[in-house]
Nanobody, 125 residues
Framework: QVQLVESGGGLVQAGGSLRLSCAAS????????MGWFRQAPGKEREFVAH????????LYARSVAGRFTISRDNAKNTVYLQMNSLKPEDTAVYFC??????????????????WGQGTQVTVSS
């Protein structure tokens, strides 16, 4: 079993920055990909970004491209989400997720096997 623990959420003013971390632990970690998703009140969970663990290839949602950066530290089994130029519409609970499987589309949440508990990000205007 793999455990994912997010940290780094909080309250920030519009235009500010936050960095989220997601630390993986448990059985030998061999994730194929890790992703960040978010869910705002009354809305469905949506894709934010993902990174392929071996190649560091990344993909971003159009709404965050150019503002957010996903990265990983292999030695620490940790993935990060650097969020700059935050907007009030970025307010949500942010979840990290991991999957061992090959997926045809890593933007869908269904293929991810492991999820963190979520961390709240609130951006004030």
């Amino acid at each position: 079993q793999v455990q994912l623990v997010e940290s780094g959420g909080g309250l920030v003013q519009a235009g500010g920055s936050l960095r989220l971390s997601c630390a993986a632990s448990g059985r030998t970690f061999s994730s194929r990909a890790m992703g960040w998703f978010r869910q705002a009140p009354g809305k469905e969970r949506e894709f934010v970004a993902h990174i392929m663990w071996s190649t560091a290839t990344t993909l971003y949602a159009r709404s965050v491209a150019g503002r957010f950066t996903i990265s990983r530290d292999n030695a620490k089994n940790t993935v990060y989400l650097q969020m700059n130029s935050l907007k009030p519409e970025d307010t949500a609970v942010y979840f990290c997720a991991a999957t061992d499987r090959y997926l045809s589309d890593y933007r869908t949440s269904f293929g991810y096997d492991y999820w963190g508990q979520g961390t709240q990000v609130t951006v004030s205007s």
